[in-house]
């Protein structure tokens, strides 16, 4: 007998929908990484070496180093008004964000507020990611109780694992079909 069948239907499908909502989750927060070169080009000034290297590093580091703001913030959140809410709440800021960089005018259209706008969302996605994954593994712990209790939290780093590889095959399928970049996003951002 499995350990996942002493479960509740209710705690399956809960495990199932927060595996989903992380694999989002991740799929999102890596399509900006596994799409780097690209974008780098379309939204950092090319005349000055020095400044478009320091500005993209800037919007790809803010992701890692505003996570633990991240917890910090949607822990409370989760901890005063439930898991459920702070789930929701990171996907939606998830989803607004990738809507956002598909429509970002680049460099070459609006100046360096291009690569401003792209940090802001970069920012956010970084903040909503670790509220996501900490939130639905603390969900998973809550509902569920010892010896399942471990591999379902697992489960939620795993798909998160999953999400950041499907995020390096879909653009990359797009892009050899000829694609803009900017339905990578538009996907990312329709799933969620």
């Known amino acids: 007998m499995s350990l996942f069948s002493q479960l509740k239907r209710e705690q399956k499908e809960a495990i199932g929908l927060l595996q989903i909502g992380t694999f989002l989750e991740y799929f999102d927060l890596m399509l900006y990484v596994h799409m780097a070169v690209l974008l780098n080009q379309l939204f950092f000034p090319k005349t000055d070496p ?42 939606l800021v998830m989803a607004v964000s990738c809507i956002m960089m598909s429509s970002l005018p680049t460099y070459a259209q609006i100046g360096i507020s291009a690569a401003w706008l792209v940090t802001i969302c970069r920012v956010f996605q970084g903040i ?65």
């Open 128 to 192: 909503s990611s670790m509220g996501e994954i900490i939130g639905a593994e603390i969900c998973v712990t809550e509902i569920t109780k010892p010896p399942v209790q471990y591999p379902a939290v697992c489960l939620i780093s795993v798909a998160s694992s999953l999400g950041a590889v499907a995020a390096l095959g879909v653009p990359s399928l797009i892009i050899r079909m000829g694609m803009s970049w900017r339905i990578a996003f538009m996907v990312g951002a329709s799933l969620l």
């Open 50 to 91: 020095h400044t478009a290297a320091l500005l993209s590093a800037f919007a790809f580091c803010s992701t890692y180093v505003l996570r633990p703001f991240g917890a910090l913030i949607f822990g409370h959140i989760g901890d005063t008004m439930g898991r459920k809410s702070t789930v929701i709440t990171t996907t």
